[in-house]
């Protein structure tokens, strides 16, 4: 079974705060992604990896950065966390090389707020 | 813009009866779409998917129906289960392309 991990179910930080948001999957798959999921807007892409130290931004990469060091991490970084940053935020991974239409094996989330 | 539409935010059927998930689209070039089960602080899970070439694809008591031309699909759940009880995303993507993901319908199912 895939698995996809994230270091934190539950986080709380204050705005101006560098947050830092991991995750790890096991199935050495090639491509990565951080959604964030809000209501009434769905799943909203942030960022994608298709290999290590690669990145390409997604629909809202404002506020965001990410980094790709190992092909079974990817982290979520907000530089300087704001409240409209307060939001689910889902880490998924797919095994095909620079195609992204597969399956998508998500993590079970953490869910940020910032006060 | 939302590419991806769900419209109904939630669905209350009865235990046995029938469930239809709808999905509307905007974008034509859209050629593969899924259909994503979320359980409460879970991450979303693979259920079904179709691409373009299809009308219908059908995995147990779920089957998908694509129609290309009013840029629609919808998931059938037959007959629906207590734990079938979840939040439902579908998502669409073009050849090669990142998905899009609709905003997600609460289904319960009433025993």
């Known amino acids: 079974d895939v698995k996809v991990t994230q270091s934190s179910r539950y986080l709380v930080k204050r705005t101006g705060e560098k947050v830092f948001l991991e995750c790890v999957q096991d199935m050495d798959h090639e491509n990565m992604f951080w959604y964030r999921q809000d209501p009434g807007l769905g799943l909203r892409l942030i960022y994608f990896?298709?290999?290590?130290?690669?990145?390409e931004k997604g629909d809202i990469p404002e506020g965001y950065s990410v980094s790709r060091e190992k092909k079974e991490r990817f982290s979520l970084i907000l530089e300087s966390a704001s409240t409209n940053q307060t939001s689910m935020y889902l880490c998924?991974?797919?095994?095909?090389?620079?195609?992204?239409?597969?399956?998508?094996?998500f993590g079970p989330g953490t869910r940020l707020t910032v006060l | 813009d939302q590419q991806v539409k769900q419209n109904s935010p939630s669905l209350s059927v009865q235990e046995g009866r029938i469930s239809i998930l709808n999905c509307d689209y905007t974008n034509s070039m859209f050629d593969y779409f899924l259909w994503y089960k979320k359980y409460p602080a879970e991450g979303p899970t693979f259920l079904i998917s179709i691409s373009s070439i299809k009308d219908k694809n059908e995995d147990g008591r779920f089957t998908v129906f694509l129609n290309k031309s009013a840029k629609h699909l919808s998931l059938h759940i037959v007959p629906s289960q207590p734990g079938d009880s979840a939040v439902y995303f579908c998502a669409a993507s073009e050849p090669g392309n990142q998905f899009y993901f609709g905003t997600g319908t609460s289904l319960t199912v009433i025993p």
């Open positions: 998924a991974s797919s095994p095909l090389r620079q195609t992204f239409t597969d399956t998508q094996y």
């Open positions: 990896s298709y290999d290590v130290k690669m990145k």
